[in-house]
């Protein structure tokens, strides 16, 4: 069902503006000066303005509590950086990377497994976290011929939102809205194709709650049901930075398929746990590439026991 657009206020157009101002120098510039640009807003960012510097102290006190302060301030100023390295390089992959030398730039680790998988004729979910640049990464699977799709809630901003979405469409990329798309994503899952999901964002109160590092997480059941229920099989992918800017590597950390798939899985809390297992090895390994101000973990919250009436009367006699 579509939703009526959203009205367009001259606050959109400014900032749609200096998007688009932002979005051109960083394609102008070379990649070497786009990385030293990212060490200086990191610093900006990490120790000046201290942008969600609670969030971030608090996510790495509880993962590596054995981190002193001054590990956790090279660490955190390591994840800035990465993140405005990674916005230059979404910016850049376009103009840089084609179908002629994206070997150039790319490793493709279990290459053979993961072609057979991404070229074969069952759907397949691709679960990545807010790892890496898991952006570019489906560019690089739009450059090989491979379309992709994902679900994704509509930005505040309908210029930008309008933007990006063609974007990604002219390279195989193609968002469906989070309200109203069920048939569009079945229609998806029965055509064979290939769907991307983040697996570490917050699911609510209802979602499964699992061990994600250490801590409990809500995750969102459809993950899991997808592959119990529609057969479509699961990899557990990565796209993290390999040496140097713009060069990615990219692999899968597990396969959940259906046909394989052992007893101890099959059902939602079990395979839910499996994928945040093989997460948090990603993330272990490459911390540094990892969203710590990502307001993963929130509050598990306490059931409420229902007081039930006291039997009176005749039901009391009943009873």
């Not at 379309?147 to 994704?152: G, L, Q, R």
């Not at 939102?161 to 109203?180: A, K, N």
């Not at 983040?198 to 979602?207: E, I």
């Not at 993950?223 to 529609?230: M, P």
């Amino acid at each position: 069902m579509a939703t009526d657009p959203k009205p367009v206020r001259p606050q959109h157009y400014a900032e749609y503006l200096l998007l688009r101002l932002l979005v051109t120098f960083l394609q102008i510039i070379p990649m070497t000066w786009c990385d030293a640009l990212a060490h200086k807003f990191s610093w900006l960012i990490g120790d000046v303005l201290r942008f969600r510097e609670k969030t971030v102290r608090e996510n790495l006190s509880q993962v590596f509590p054995e981190m002193s302060d001054a590990e956790q301030h090279e660490l955190t100023r390591a994840m800035w950086h990465h993140l405005f390295l990674m916005i230059s390089e979404i910016a850049q992959a376009s103009r840089k990377i084609h179908d002629t030398n994206w070997r150039d730039y790319v490793n493709i680790v279990d290459k053979k497994i993961m072609t057979e998988y991404f070229l074969g004729w069952r759907p397949v979910m691709m679960i990545s976290g807010h790892l890496g640049n898991f952006e570019t990464a489906l560019y690089i699977t739009g450059v090989l011929g491979i379309p992709t799709y994902a679900v994704a809630r509509p930005l505040d901003n309908p210029l930008i939102d309008r933007w990006l979405h063609r974007f990604r469409e002219s390279r195989g990329q193609f968002i469906l809205p989070t309200q109203g798309s069920a048939k569009d994503l079945q229609r998806v899952l029965d055509a064979g194709a290939l769907f991307s999901m983040l697996g570490d964002q917050h699911a609510g109160n209802k979602g499964c709650w699992v061990d994600f590092m250490g801590r409990e997480a809500s995750c969102h059941k459809a993950v899991a049901l997808f592959t119990l229920t529609q057969e479509v099989p699961m990899i557990v992918s990565y796209a993290v930075r390999n040496g140097k800017p713009l060069h990615l590597e990219i692999g899968c950390n597990g396969i959940a398929d259906p046909e394989t798939l052992p007893a101890d899985l099959r059902d939602v809390r079990s395979l839910t746990q499996w994928y945040n297992q093989k997460l948090e090895e990603l993330v272990r390994k490459t911390p540094q590439q990892y969203w710590w101000m990502h307001r993963r973990w929130k509050p598990k919250p306490q059931r409420k026991r229902r007081n039930l009436p006291a039997a009176t009367g005749n039901n009391a006699k009943a009873a």
